[in-house]
């Protein structure tokens, strides 16, 4: 009688039954994890080697150099206003393109340091579309991270770093191209500390992410985790030199607006104060924004030093609201156009609706992603009815809009 073995993984150990594949060799076996590790080793050490030998995946010689003005016109098809803050990001854009291009052509003993950026602006201003729209545009690699994420090392959460791990990801883990990319930090201000003062207590999220951002804003050699995360220690780390890395950081930071109005004194009284400029000050504070400011909220004077330029995006009033609604590539109702469309429907609407919308996003304090929310609520009912239907048209009257705005759950939210 043939004697019966007890089959196993040669690499992991695991049984049989532990497994759901266990592939035979001539002398051993192996199951189906052990050849997804193995697999991602060896793309690992593939990509390290072809970056050893200089086999990069992009063109670092030829990089498409567009100057200030071009960037920002670029940016005008997708984005309305906010000319002041997409002036600062088209030249720090070019002015980061320039100084890879002065590294690769010239040695000389000037070197040009890079100015990372931090935006303040209210919720639904365009911040992160701003970052969004530079990404389709430029010929670096571009990661989009969020800073709620991130704890301090050793506590549950992301470490600062895998925020290069999405940016080797972007470029295929071509470290060199990599280190010339730009990573744009949403949320910043949530990582805050609690007070103006240091914090007596551990605040691994806030003060902690803070230190931990400071050497990487800064420059540094950087060990990345190239899976991310803390789930795969064993892991080989890719080493990324963030030097040559542009940081674009963006928040709400809501609430600074009354730590500007202390500072600039708006509650000023006499027979010489300018009422008018008064009131035009109250309702765009964040116009006046600076360090100071930042640091008065809960930023660390160590990391505003390393975020040197410091811009703001304006409020949207009712005229900014309505054109975002039909103008950029990308509008809200182009999308809803299309959708229809794509059921063969033809959707109008008409101009009174267009401000109905715009009245109800200014009165709910929404921004322009409250304008999504309306016209969500208003064409819920006809998205789930006419599918499947012979219709061909759909008008959006104002009554029709008012009624079913009415029904939905959006109208229960109150502004205090």
Do not use: W
Not at 12 to 28: F, K, M, P, S
Not at 74 to 94: H, N
Not at 273 to 283: D, G, L, P, T, Y
């Amino acid at each position: 009688m043939a004697k019966q073995t007890h089959l196993h993984c040669s690499f992991c150990g695991r049984n049989r039954d532990e497994v759901q594949i266990l592939i035979a060799g001539q002398e051993g076996h192996i199951c189906e994890s052990c050849v997804e590790h193995a697999q991602e080793i060896i793309g690992q050490e593939l990509n390290i080697l072809s970056n050893k030998e200089g086999k990069s995946n992009t063109q670092n010689s030829k990089l498409t150099i567009r100057n200030p003005k071009e960037i920002k016109q670029f940016l005008d098809e997708y984005v309305i206003g906010q000319d002041e803050a997409k002036k600062v990001l088209a030249v720090a854009v070019y002015n980061h393109f320039k100084r890879i291009v002065q590294k690769q052509k010239t040695q000389d003993d000037v070197e040009i340091e890079k100015s990372n950026i931090i935006m303040v602006g209210e919720t639904g201003t365009g911040k992160t579309l701003l970052a969004k729209s530079i990404a389709r545009m430029l010929n670096v690699p571009f990661a989009i991270v969020d800073a709620t994420v991130f704890t301090e090392a050793g506590y549950v959460g992301e470490d600062v770093e895998s925020m290069l791990t999405r940016l080797l990801q972007n470029c295929n883990y071509d470290v060199e191209a990599a280190e010339r990319g730009i990573v744009y930090v949403d949320e910043l201000d949530k990582i805050a500390r609690k007070g103006d003062n240091p914090s007596i207590t551990r605040d691994v999220s806030g003060e902690g992410v803070q230190q931990g951002l400071l050497k990487m804003l800064e420059g540094t050699e950087v060990l990345v985790p190239p899976q991310g995360g803390r789930k795969h220690p064993e892991q080989k780390m890719i080493k990324v030199d963030t030097k040559n890395i542009l940081f674009i950081c963006g928040g709400a930071f809501d609430g600074i607006d009354k730590v500007i109005a202390r500072r600039i004194n708006t509650n000023a009284i006499g027979f010489n104060v300018n009422k008018a400029e008064q009131e035009f000050q109250r309702k765009n504070l964040l116009q006046f924004v600076n360090a100071q400011d930042l640091k008065k909220f809960g930023l660390i004077p160590e990391l505003l030093g390393r975020l040197p330029v410091v811009t703001y995006l304006n409020p949207l009033d009712a005229k900014v609201l309505r054109n975002i609604l039909t103008e950029p590539k990308n509008s809200i109702i182009k999308q809803f156009t299309k959708l229809f469309e794509l059921e063969g429907i033809k959707l109008m609407i008409d101009d009174d609706v267009y401000d109905f919308m715009v009245n109800k996003a200014l009165e709910y304090k929404l921004g322009a992603r409250g304008l999504r929310s309306i016209c969500e609520s208003i064409l819920t009912d006809s998205m789930f009815e006419l599918p499947g239907t012979n219709q061909k048209e759909l008008r959006i009257t104002l009554k029709y809009a008012e009624n079913m705005f009415n029904k939905s759950k959006i109208n229960l939210l109150k502004v205090a």
